[in-house]
């Protein structure tokens, strides 16, 4: 309670304005008297919102919320939808006050990069240690950790500015709750949290997959990290808890090896080996991050592609289908995020699996785009007499 009530107080002098949230079917408690009296005294704008107001049982609980002086209650039921426009009128000043001071104070910092927050989600199973972490990233305690499985409910994003030594880089992190396997996934609150850490995985750019170093890479993690690369995002592996495991040198090569055995989609998957309690191998994250981040970004000249093809051909021919070569003609990007290539080929349907894969990690391999996910399309040439 002390650590929450810490949290809280840093939450509410960080903000712009304070969204407090009652239960109407429950009435004014104790614990919301407690909180209203700590937010009079911070002198920030309150918008005070009765929810479950959707029946007659809540119309006490509202006129109750009065006795709170913290102005009128705004009756709203979230599970419904009702009284939200009431709600989005109150926050509108305050959210245009808020964007209004955070133009002002990055003109005053200096922070004129062009550069958009780098958008990193930590995931992984439930209690590896994910808050914990950002805590040490950040040097403050900003997530609530515990040894409790599942403290953290929901995605939390936090904007932080991490210093490489050649410039800053602003960041977007999301802690996100633990995915833990279907079977186990039971409440509805459960189910929320999963699908919000699902969302964190979309809107990322770098997953962060944290496993823990005593039962790593267990076929759940490789799950989280196989929806990564299939959602196109590049992903890093940080290995916790590495103090408490006494053969470093074995356990590394074991994880190293299940990860490239599972992994196919990105070889060479970063691995970082840390502690987030301790702090010992956190400083080599961020650098894998931003690493990994550049090579998803990666854009290859088209002569360079055409000149690599060549040779990757000459090296090793693709097979004739019902006694018919395959030609491939030409290859160029058509988009990063993840890297995108387009291959023109006679008989594009009829290329092996297996050849498709030598394409890809000869690209890979010639211009070091290992670790992150590299999609090859096959398509026919724009000229339709092309001759098969």
């Known amino acids: 309670e002390g650590r929450m009530r810490q949290q809280t107080d840093k939450a509410i002098a960080e903000s712009a304005a304070v969204m407090f949230l009652i239960d109407a079917r429950a009435g004014v408690t104790p614990l919301d008297q407690r909180f209203a009296q700590i937010l009079r005294k911070?002198?920030?704008?309150?918008?005070?919102?009765?929810?479950?107001?959707?029946?007659?049982?809540?119309?006490a609980g509202v006129l109750d919320a009065w006795s709170l002086a913290l102005g009128e209650p705004i009756p709203v039921s979230a599970e419904h939808g009702q009284g939200l426009g009431d709600l989005y009128r109150a926050l509108r000043p305050h959210l245009a006050k808020a964007r209004d001071a955070d133009d002002a104070s990055e003109e005053e910092e200096g922070?004129?990069?062009?550069?958009?927050?780098?958008?990193?989600?930590?995931?992984?199973r439930p209690n590896a240690g994910k808050s914990t972490l950002v805590n040490r990233l950040l040097g403050e305690d900003r997530m609530l950790t515990g040894p409790e499985a599942g403290v953290t409910r929901d995605a939390i994003s936090i904007e932080w500015k991490w210093t490489a030594p050649d410039r800053d880089w602003p960041?977007?992190?999301?802690?996100?709750?633990g995915l833990r396997k279907k079977a186990r996934v039971q409440s509805k609150l459960e189910k929320l949290s999963v699908a919000d850490t699902l969302r964190a995985i979309q809107f990322a750019e770098v997953v962060v997959l944290l496993v823990d170093a005593?039962?790593?890479?267990?076929?759940?993690?490789?799950?989280?990290?196989?929806?990564?690369?299939r959602e196109g995002r590049a992903l890093v592996i940080a290995v916790n808890k590495w103090d408490l495991i006494e053969d470093k040198n074995a356990a590394s090569l074991a994880i190293r090896e299940i990860a490239e055995f599972g992994l196919a989609q990105a070889p060479r998957t970063p691995l970082v080996f840390l502690s987030a309690e301790t702090g010992r191998g956190v400083d080599k994250l961020m650098p894998?991050?931003?690493?990994?981040?550049?090579?998803?970004?990666?854009?290859?000249?088209?002569?360079?592609l055409n000149a690599w093809m060549k040779g990757a051909v000459e090296r090793h021919p693709p097979p004739a289908v019902?006694?018919?070569?395959?030609?491939?003609?030409?290859?160029?990007?058509t988009k990063t995020r993840p890297p995108t290539f387009v291959a023109k080929c006679t008989r594009a349907e009829d290329v092996p699996a297996a050849y498709r894969r030598y394409l890809v990690n000869g690209i890979r391999e010639a211009f070091d785009l290992w670790g992150v996910p590299v999609r090859?399309?096959?398509?026919?040439?724009?000229?339709?007499?092309?001759?098969?």
């Open 111 to 124: 922070w004129d990069s062009p550069l958009k927050p780098l958008r990193v989600a930590i995931v992984g």
């Open 376 to 388: 090859l399309i096959l398509d026919k040439p724009d000229n339709p007499y092309a001759d098969d």
């Open 288 to 304: 894998a991050v931003t690493k990994v981040y550049v090579d998803w970004n990666a854009r290859v000249k088209t002569p360079d």
């Open 322 to 333: 019902a006694g018919q070569r395959i030609k491939l003609r030409y290859i160029t990007q």
């Open 171 to 177: 960041v977007k992190l999301f802690d996100t709750a």
């Open 214 to 229: 005593e039962t790593p890479l267990e076929k759940q993690d490789m799950q989280i990290a196989d929806l990564v690369l």
């Open 42 to 59: 911070s002198g920030k704008p309150v918008i005070l919102v009765a929810n479950k107001t959707e029946g007659a049982a809540s119309e």
